[in-house]
């Protein structure tokens, strides 16, 4: 049984920063990316960052220079650095793992608001 789990989100204020974090667990065989994805209430999911097992990465235009992605191979984990967060970052973000199956965690709340 795989299991995604993230952690790391919160209530912050414009300007503030986040890490998020995303552990993956069980067996898992042939991983080749870990990714976050976000949804904002009323909008679809939508891709924020993405990282391979050879550490390419790649970015949603709305987070380049502000957010990065990296990994922990050996740990099976992804981290995403949030700084300088708007409003309109508010969503549940969501880390999904790419494998021979993709799986998805439950979500963590992001809030950014004065």
């Known amino acids: 049984q795989v299991q995604v789990v993230e952690s790391g989100g919160g209530l912050v204020q414009p300007g503030e920063s986040l890490r998020l974090s995303c552990a993956a667990s069980?067996?898992?065989?042939?991983?080749?990316?870990m990714g976050w994805y976000r949804q904002a209430p009323g909008k679809q999911r939508e891709l924020v960052a993405r990282?391979?097992?050879?550490?390419?990465?790649n970015y949603a235009d709305f987070v380049k220079g502000r957010f990065t992605i990296s990994r922990d191979n050996a740990k099976n984990t992804v981290y995403l650095q949030m700084n300088s967060l708007k409003p309109e970052d508010t969503a549940v973000y969501y880390c999904?793992?790419?494998?021979?199956?993709?799986?998805w965690g439950q979500g963590t709340q992001v809030t950014v608001s004065s």
């Open positions: 069980g067996t898992i065989f042939g991983i080749y990316a």
């Open positions: 999904n793992l790419e494998a021979r199956s993709s799986y």
């Open positions: 990282i391979s097992s050879n550490l390419n990465t």
